[in-house]
């Protein structure tokens, strides 16, 4: 006999395994889920820290070139730093060789420009600008995000050998307090992508057992097990989604309460964030209808029995 009412656990069980897995592999090749980001740092505006410091002489590790440039210019234009700062901050990010943006996922980050400009104009809006990504990191499973190397990494890729990550963090008087709050978070990235993965493992057992029970006729104490099963599941998948809200809150708000200084900003995933909840409730939802089916559904069939007895 085929139980219909187990059709909608094993339906729930197996789309909250599809969300995990999409959760914990979204961005990890260029192109793949990309928006689905934890949180996305924003460099695009890092060079009007540096056009400040080259315009006041106080600048190092720029190429002579460009510092030869900044000085020839006229002396009204010297004393608008600011609007020289947001003219020249692409260039500087461009022959440093940064991106314009890093965007944090659960195995890697992703890195790209914005395209047509990185920052909306009189004929570029906000909604015209989009992420290329052109390049992501290898996927590994104790991933969490340092800008540090990711910074490195897009110095190496640009052949920039006259200058290293800490000297050019030194250069922008990069907040400590960034790297300090994004240092934390390496236990918190290694919990997430180990609670997700029992997730995964746990969303398949529920598939298994519903798709069993669709035809067969458990006994109240597999019901039971059901029921456990399924509670743990909804525990893995909560405390999965939570560390990733606290990953998402955590690392965007300090980005953004120290970036400003040196031209960074961060954005959370909030479409992440969506994801993931939408996985927990599919296993919730799950949840609720083994609890209805172990205690309503018993008791009318103890209901029937008692009532052929009689």
């Not at 006999?1 to 995990?20: D, E, K, Y």
């Amino acid at each position: 006999m085929i139980r219909i009412f187990a059709i909608i656990p094993a339906l729930l069980s197996a789309g909250a395994l599809v969300i995990s897995f999409l959760c914990l592999f979204a961005g990890n090749k260029p192109g793949f889920m990309e928006d689905f980001n934890l949180f996305n740092l924003n460099t695009s505006r890092i060079g009007s820290t540096l056009a400040e410091n080259a315009l006041n002489g106080e600048n190092s590790i720029l190429p002579s070139s460009i510092t030869n440039i900044l000085n020839e210019l006229p002396e009204d234009v010297r004393n608008s730093i600011e609007s020289i700062a947001s003219t020249a901050a692409d260039s500087f990010a461009q022959d440093l060789g940064l991106d314009d943006f890093y965007s944090a996922h659960m195995l890697n980050y992703c890195a790209g420009d914005y395209l047509p400009n990185a920052i909306p104009n009189a004929t570029v809006s906000e909604d015209d600008i989009y992420k290329n990504v052109t390049v992501c990191s290898s996927p590994r499973s104790s991933y969490w995000f340092d800008p540090r190397d990711a910074l490195q990494d897009s110095l190496d890729r640009a052949n920039v050998t006259t200058i290293t990550v800490d000297q050019l963090l030194e250069q922008l008087n990069f907040p400590n307090e960034i790297i300090t709050a994004l240092d934390a978070l390496r236990i918190a990235y290694r919990a997430m992508f180990t609670l997700y993965v029992v997730t995964i493992c746990l969303c398949f057992i529920m598939f298994v057992i519903s798709a069993i029970y669709i035809f067969t006729h458990g006994s109240r104490i597999t019901a039971c097990v059901v029921i456990i099963i399924s509670l743990l599941t909804f525990v893995a998948s909560g405390a999965a989604s939570g560390v990733a809200t606290a990953v998402n809150v955590i690392g965007a708000n300090a980005i953004n309460q120290y970036g400003d200084q040196v031209g960074i900003e961060a954005d959370m995933g909030r479409k992440f964030l969506a994801l993931t909840w939408a996985g927990t409730a599919a296993v919730f939802i799950g949840l609720l209808y083994w609890f209805v089916d172990c205690c309503c559904g018993r008791s009318r069939k103890s209901t029937r029995y008692d009532t052929y007895e009689k």
